[in-house]
């Protein structure tokens, strides 16, 4: 309906401005309007034969003196098409003056003349008057200024003939002349002509620019829809188009603009839109146009905006007929295929609405791009019909636009509900299972409660434990059913929260340790300074999602500094702090922050908190839901901020503490076995768990299995459980714990023993890949979660023990091997020395013989299955091959040992100073010539012994020394890499070993002491 009244609308104006059919036409210069009547039959064209002057500007005094020659007779409108041989011919380019009179009825009248397009400059003479003019036409183009701008003017004139003359020049375009007709008539005519030409390109102006502008907004707030944006561009490059044809109401606009300018902004406009139109129709339908036919498509479209930017106008106007031709062909391409697509049955109705309309906007293009230049060039009389082919491709694009936009919007209705009732479903499904699931699991629990009574006094203290231990955890399980339900109440704001009593600094600390890898290339620390023993009432899960939120943010923003949570207790709530020397927020958006998906469109630098999405909106939610509150205390941009949130504080924290003890010792009264169970079987494991049920579930599964189990309920009484046992073999250990969490526990374990010495198994609820990870970087071996298959924990416990066994026994073994590796030439040698003897000096030969006997007692009694044995026997076995040496070698060499008497009931590593003296009197000192000396010094500082082996042999090679150093298996013997390999596995020790050839070894040994003899 708007359509068809806007097109009645369109025709009504038109008919305003058509010309008169019953047309007059001028003759030989002379054109008779002696009948016409203007009241009634309006304006006339002043069409027909003009007198025209070739290479003549000539004035009105020039005809009044006599009438010059070379006349001959052109119509008008026509253009200059370069017939030089035809009578009517005129060049393209040159200079000319055009002659009518015209004769009237009645000259008392006030008379108009409405110029068009005069090619490419003129002035208008009437009556011998100059009456207006555009540019400034010339004889030679350098004294030419172009110009081609409608405009009326109004004359009265006391006489009955008129005669207008007009001089034009052209030297810009391709062709000249005058293009379309001159209306003649009363004033008040040609000011509704005008009036009525200038609306129609103003409203064209104005709707292509809000066309455009809808279809560009359109566009960018949804940024998918690339024909909205190819559309809304073609659009404003009509616009640019409209501004500078027709009225040309740009330079009536800015009459200074340059010519040159101004027409090469129309040219560039005008084959923009068609590089624009083509991507339009691609995205559209992608089966129109392959990627690589757009670029063979719009490459000679490109070429020639290049060309109109960097090549003079007047050569860009001879070469554009080729262009538009051009685009023609391609109009002609794309009208064909789309006609074969939409022949391609496509049984989806909805295309092949679209390809219709897709179709119908082509052809209007076509129309309105052929009728436009057909006008242009004075081909067609009238510019409707192009005028109405670009009506029609604007309103077929627009009901395209829309008719995709609808299918959208229904396919999106049509899978919202889907959705909702896929959604609708699964929330029927949790609840009908959770109740399903219920109903066996209440079963369980009221047929356990039932058997705890136990009236008739019938089960064991240990059958009503594991009776107690299944119903904890049918409970847990029933809360967990639970939760499940409560998926569907989150819908309807119904979020339900379990507040516990929580240590606020252990779960600070857990959060930072989560958070601690987002510090990675940042000069930023995380401080906890929330003050020990600090107790509030939260929900576990939802406090740390706060904490995740604001320290996260936190980290986001602060790129140099430090991150601090600190807390206070204020009557019977405890205020939390996450302080940051971030970039700050402005104080005006103190409260924005925490709306819901807050956005801002102007992005500020020093603002880092302007796009945090749902982050503190949740928090403000769950603080609020916590009965808290939550804001920002103090923030200054570019220095940092302060943010604070409340929650209640667990005032009579020892209440709590009471009835948690009051809770274990009734769980475990009735039990009268020790959690400690140790020297029954080969391997111990020490177990570490808050949570009495947790330790007895764990105690029942290692022992059923054959472990020793020791128990701790806290990380301080796990660290001296290892003092007491020092044969742990495994660690199960919790994360979260109340003072020291597992993480730290894990930590301070580490800088003890090595993952070799000591294996760990993390058994805990908390299953994020963070919280794994986490695990695994404090040091764990492995981590398992709560709930476990007790046949997966054996099975975890198991491959760890048997790593470390392995491993053990790879290095006893490789020790036994070097225990075995005494040197046949050695005894050898030893002997021949001791039968000399024998001959010449029998005491010395018996003193020999005794301490290779001592020598060969203690490499053989040695035992194989410990690493570790006392130093003062390690020196005994030093002591006897010295003195093997010196009795075969007499006083080539020194041996000095000076030996703290506090050290030699230290249990060192077996056989790890021998080798290396060995090594320094055979290799050291035998191989050069003259006297040597070696010297071992050991002496103990603070928590380690240090060993010092050096001589002033030989010494050795870089590369040989190098090589040894990084470990090289081929190079320093068998006892030097048994060394290493034994040296890497204990935590804190390592040897050094440093020479120079001619001066001597030094090799230094550091090997940690700990308190237990170890």
Known sequence: MIFTISFGLFIGIYSLIKPNSNVILAKNGMLDLTHWDFASRGLVNLNGEWEFYEDQLLDPSDFIQETPHKVSYLKVPSIWRGEENSKEGMNRKGYGTYRLKVIISNEEEIYGVKLNSVRMSHQLFINGKLEGGIGQPATEKETHTPGNTPYSTFFQTDEREIEIIIQVANYMFMTGGIVNSIQFGMDHDINTLTGIQFGINVSAVMIFG?????????????????????????????????????EKIGLKLFPNLPFEFTYKLLDFSTFLSAVIIILFFHSIDKRLLSKQKILQMLAPIMVYLVTIIVIPYPTVSEIKPLFFLYLGIVVLYLLGKMLYLYNNKDPDSTNRKEMILFIGAIISLGIYMTFGILYTENAVDTALVGTMGVVGFITCMNILLALRFTNAYEKTEILTHQLMISNQLKDEFLTNTSHELKTPLHGIMNITSYLLDDEEHILSVKQKQNLRLIKDTSIKLSMLINDIMDLTRLKHGELRLYPTVLDLKVVTQFVFDVLEFELLGKDVKLVNLVDSDIWIVADENRLRQILYNLIQNAIKHTEKGSIKVSSHVVDDKVEITVEDTGLGIAEDRYEEIFEYFVQVNEPLPQDGYTSMGVGLYISRKLVEQMNGYIRVEWSEVGIGTRMTFMLPSAVHMHVYREAASTFISQSLMECNDPLDFINHYEYTVLIVDDEASNIRILLNILKRHHYNVITAFS????????????????????????????????????????????????????????????????????????????????????????????????????????????????????????????????????????????????????????????????????????????????????????????????????????????????????????????????????????????????????????????????????????????????????????????????????????????
Request: glycine share 6%; hydrophobic share 45%.
């Open 210 to 246: 809000m066309f455009g502008a809808y279809h560009l907004n359109f566009y960018l707030l949804r940024r998918r829809e690339k024909p909205y944006l190819y559309s809304g561009l073609y659009l404003l490059a009509l616009l640019t188009i409209q501004l500078f044809s027709g």
């Open 715 to 1014: 990380a301080d009484e796990a660290l001296a459980k290892l003092k007491e046992y020092p044969q742990v073999d495994l660690v199960i250990l919790d994360v979260m714990m109340p003072r020291i969490s597992g993480i730290e526990l894990c930590q301070m374990l580490r800088s003890q023993y090595s993952i070799l010495d000591l294996p760990i198994l993390f058994a805990t609820s908390k299953d994020s890949s963070q919280d794994i990870a986490l695990g695994f970087r404090a040091g764990a071996n492995d981590y398992v979660t709560k709930p476990f298959d007790a046949d997966t924990l054996i099975a975890r416990v198991q491959t760890l023990i048997a790593m470390k066994t392995a491993i053990e026994e790879a290095i006893l073994n490789e020790l036994a091997f070097h225990h075995a590796q005494i040197k046949p030439h050695f005894l050898y040698n030893a002997l021949s020395s001791v039968i000399s003897f024998c001959y010449t000096d029998g005491e010395k030969a018996a003193y020999l013989l005794s301490m290779l006997s001592q020598y060969l007692r203690f490499i053989l009694d040695m035992d194989r299955t410990t690493q570790f044995v006392p130093l003062h026997q390690e020196l005994e076995l030093i002591h006897a091959y010295v003195e093997i040496e010196k009795a075969r070698f007499g006083d080539r060499f020194e041996f000095v040992a000076h030996i703290e008497d506090s050290v030699r009931a230290r249990e060192i590593p077996s056989l790890c100073i021998q080798p290396f003296v060995e090594n320094a009197i055979r290799h050291g000192l035998f191989e050069k010539e003259g006297y040597g000396k070696v010297s071992l010094m050991i002496d103990e500082g603070d928590e380690y012994i240090k060993i010092i082996i050096e001589d002033d042999g030989v010494g050795i090679p870089d590369d040989l020394l190098y090589q040894m150093i990084k470990g090289d298996g081929k190079v320093g013997g068998i006892g030097i890499q048994n060394i290493r390999k034994r040296m890497d596995v204990i935590t804190g020790a390592t040897f050094t070993i440093s020479s120079d050839l001619g001066v001597g070894t030094k090799v230094t040994i550091y090997l940690p002491v700990h308190h237990d003899g170890k």
